[in-house]
């Protein structure tokens, strides 16, 4: 068990509402190593990535951050109340007390702050024409946090993991082709939470080789190169997501010069990220550019919407749990 969560309640941080938030200049041009030491909240650091997007001009980081806290305080109360139901029914929770820890947690935000999975994007499916335009609402956990309280597989295991955090759990952020969920990984217990349309469930690695789509041996060959789906993702690879998922959104607005700088940012945060090349390769396309960067090996159009919109992790959720 998780030295934190080794009584039956984990309380919220003494400081959780002290994160400094760093600006997006910093993000872009800062060396990633001392980045790291100093900018430790999952939050903030999507919202920065986040910022000057379309649909993100109302990033508040005061209210937000406070939510995060109100909401932490919430799952640790509700925590308390329930415990009980844990040793009454321990098979529902695959008699793991983190396992009713992060149910809880997600119990709380859905029912009791209203989080939910975008239902306008709940019918989009890959190769779709005609979808809507990109909204960094749906990528960033800013869409999480507005009144709106939605979001997609790109958003919500970020929103989770900033919530669990603040709570002392050890929380991942975990990619696999297609889509990213998060994890309870410590030295004693590992098991990955997929969210689903009707909540949650408990999903072992195996399960992501099928699901949301097959493993070909590119992909097997991809991930014993780079280590980039089913691991657990280190600070810096986090940033260097989310600045893929900014760089998806400036290339989808025609801000191309920014790409390339968020690009050069994200590949110093994590060199071996396969998603900066094919992004970047994209860029160049459209640019009458590509002869100047040969297409990389099994690069992985999964990480950059198939190089057309918003990431095609975003449109699994409504087959989630029904595979």
């Known amino acids: 068990m998780h030295p934190a969560a080794s009584t039956a309640v984990v309380g919220v941080a003494d400081n ?37 997007l379309p649909k993100a001009g109302c990033i508040d980081f005061p209210k937000y951050l406070a939510l995060l806290d109100a909401m932490a305080a919430a799952v640790r109360s509700q925590t308390e109340r329930s415990w009980r139901l844990f040793k009454i029914k321990p098979a529902e929770f695959h008699h793991s007390e983190n396992v009713f820890r992060v149910f809880t947690m997600e119990h709380v935000l859905r029912v009791q702050f209203g989080v939910k999975y975008d239902p306008l994007r709940s019918h989009l499916k890959p190769g779709m024409v005609n979808r809507p335009p990109p909204d960094s609402a749906n990528i960033f956990i800013h869409g999480v946090l507005s009144e709106k309280r939605t979001g997609t597989c790109s958003s919500l295991p970020t929103f989770a993991i900033a919530v669990g955090r603040r709570l002392g759990y050890p929380l991942k952020l975990v990619r696999v082709p297609n889509h990213t969920l998060y994890r309870w990984d410590d030295e004693s217990e590992k098991f990955n939470y997929q969210h ?20 070909d041996a590119d992909m097997y060959a991809l991930n014993e190169r780079t280590k980039v789906w089913l691991h657990s993702m ?20 025609g801000r191309y010069d920014e790409g390339f700088q968020t690009l050069d940012a994200a590949e110093r945060f994590d060199p071996v990220n396969p998603a900066c090349a094919d992004i ?11 002869a100047l960067l040969p297409p990389v090996a099994a690069s992985m159009q999964a990480f950059s919407a198939g190089s ?16």
């Open 234 to 253: 280190t600070l810096r690879q986090e940033v260097s997501k989310f600045l893929c998922n900014r760089a998806i959104m400036l290339r989808e607005t």
């Open 16 to 52: 959780a509402g002290s994160h400094p938030v760093p600006t997006l200049t910093e993000v872009l041009t800062a060396d990633p190593d001392q980045f790291a030491t100093k900018y430790t909240d999952i939050a903030t650091l999507n919202l920065v990535c986040a910022l000057g």
């Open 280 to 290: 970047r390769f994209n860029i160049l396309e459209r640019t009458g550019q590509s």
């Open 196 to 215: 689903t349309g009707a909540g949650g469930e408990i999903r072992t690695d195996d399960s992501y080789y099928e699901w949301p789509e097959k493993w």
């Open 308 to 323: 057309m919109h918003e990431p095609v992790e975003a449109w699994y959720a409504s087959t989630a749990g029904r595979s």
